[in-house]
C-alpha cells in the first residue's frame, strides 16, 4: 500500500487506498490555494471543487499523515464543550446554532461516506463512560437537557450494571450511550476523502510544503521548488501550523496524544469487553478512548504530553491507561503505538477567522476534530464563496490568545494541563 512517509501505525497497515501525488514544480495559478492535506484541507478542497472553483491542495508530508490519519476514530455530536456551558457563554440563541452545526458535521461525515463509498469501517454509537458515582446525575441532566431543548432523543443514561457489561469493565460507575455519534478508521476516511477531492478535478500535491505565503488581491504561496499564484487561501493546517502564520498560531497549543493497538482478540474477549461494537470514551480529563478494529485489536488511546518530543516507548505510556480499565488484558501483545499532535484552544471551541488579504482559516477543534473539521472544509468553501454566516456562526465564537503568545504559551499552559491530568487520579 502507499503508505510510505507515514507513521507506523495500525492505520498506515491497514490503509486501503494507494494514493500518491507528486510535489509541485514551477509558478501555477489558482482560485484557491489549500494549505494541509488532512480533513478540513480536503473536505474545503472537496466542497470547492464542488462549486466550480480551481483548486490547488499543498501537503508537507503525505495526505491524511496529521492527526487525520492518526486519531481515535470517534465522531461525537454537538460540540466540543457542553451546551449547557455554551448557553452560559454564549447566550442560548449561538448555543442552538452550534448544536446545530455539531449535528450537521456528523450527518456531513456519514453522508461523504456513503456518497463516495468509502470503506473506513463506519459503524454507530459511543458509550460515554464515568468513573465517579456523581457522574450519574451529570448524564442524567444532559440527557433531559438535550432532549428538552433540543428535541435530541438518541441519548439514553445506562446504569452501572448495565455499562460494565457493554464495556467489559468493572471500574466505571454510569454511562451515557449517544447513538448518533459514529466511529470509523480515520485514515481511511481521509484517504477516500482524497480520492473523492481528486475525482472532483482538485490538484494535489504531497511533500510540498508551504514556507511563505505574502499578497493583497493575488497570494503568492511558496514552497521550496514551486509557487501559487491563488486568489484565496484557505489555512488548513491545524497542530502541525509551527510558525507559518503567527496571527493564528498564537490561539492554538499544539499537544500529543497516544494510541495502542493490541494483537487481535478471540471472540471471546471481544464479547467480554464490546459485544455491541461501540467506540467508547471517559470522564477523565485526560480523557481515555478506544474501540475494536475490523479485525478485533483492541484500539486504545490514553495520556497525552506538551513537549516537541513524544515518549520513547509509546505502547508503554498507553498500555497502563488499558490496564487500569482492563487488567484482563495484562497478557495481551501490544502490535503497535503511535501518537500524532492536535491543537487545542484556551476554552477549547475551534478558531475560525479570516485575515487581510483573502485568507481563511479554522483549526483549534481540541479533540473533537473528525466531524467539526470535516464541516470547517464545507464552510470554509462557503465563506470564499462569500457566503459566510454559517462559517460566522463559528468565527463568531471569541478564541482568546495564549497568555504570552507562541513562545509562552507552553510553561503556564503545561502546569495547568498537568494539574488536571493529577485531578483525574485523586
Ligand atoms: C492521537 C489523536 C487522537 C484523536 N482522536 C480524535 C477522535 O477520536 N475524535 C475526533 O473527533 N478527533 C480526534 N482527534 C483530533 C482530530 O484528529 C483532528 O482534530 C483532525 O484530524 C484535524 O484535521 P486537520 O485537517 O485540521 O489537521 P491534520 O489532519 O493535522 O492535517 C494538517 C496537515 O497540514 C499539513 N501541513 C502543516 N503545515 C504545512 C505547510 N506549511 N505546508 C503544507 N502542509 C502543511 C500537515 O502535514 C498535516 O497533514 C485526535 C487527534 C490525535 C492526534
Redesign the pocket.
Known sequence: MGTWGHVASYYAATANRDLAFPPLHGSVRADVCV???????LSAALHLRERGYDVVL????RI?????????????TGQRRPQSELEQRLGTGHAKLLWDLGLEAVELVAGLVERHGIDCDMAPGILHLGWKARDEAGYRDEIEHLGSAYGYERMRLVPRDEARSLCGSEVFAAGLLDEGSLHLH?LNYALGLAAAVEKAGARMHEG???ISYAGNDRVRVRTAQGEVDAAHVVL???????G?EPRVASKIMPI????LATEPLDEATVAGINPRNLGMQDSRFVIN?WRLSRDNRLLF?GGENYSPRFPADIRSFVRRHMLEIYPQLAGTRIDYGW????AITLKRMPAFGRLPHNVFYA?G?S???????TLAGKLLAEAVAGTAERFDVMAKIPTAAFPGGTLLRHPGLVAGMLWYGLRDRL
Do not use: D, M
Open positions: 494549505i494541509g492535506g488532512g480533513y478540513t484541507g499543498l501537503e508537507a508530508e491524511g499523515w496529521g492527526a487525520s490519519g492518526r486519531n481515535g476514530g470517534q465522531v461525537g480515520p510540498s510544503r508551504v488548513a493546517c491545524n497542530g502541525y501550523l509551527g507559518l500529543n496524544n497516544f494510541i478512548y488511546g501518537g500524532g499532535t492536535l483549526l477543534y479533540g473533537h476534530g473528525i466531524s467539526t473539521a
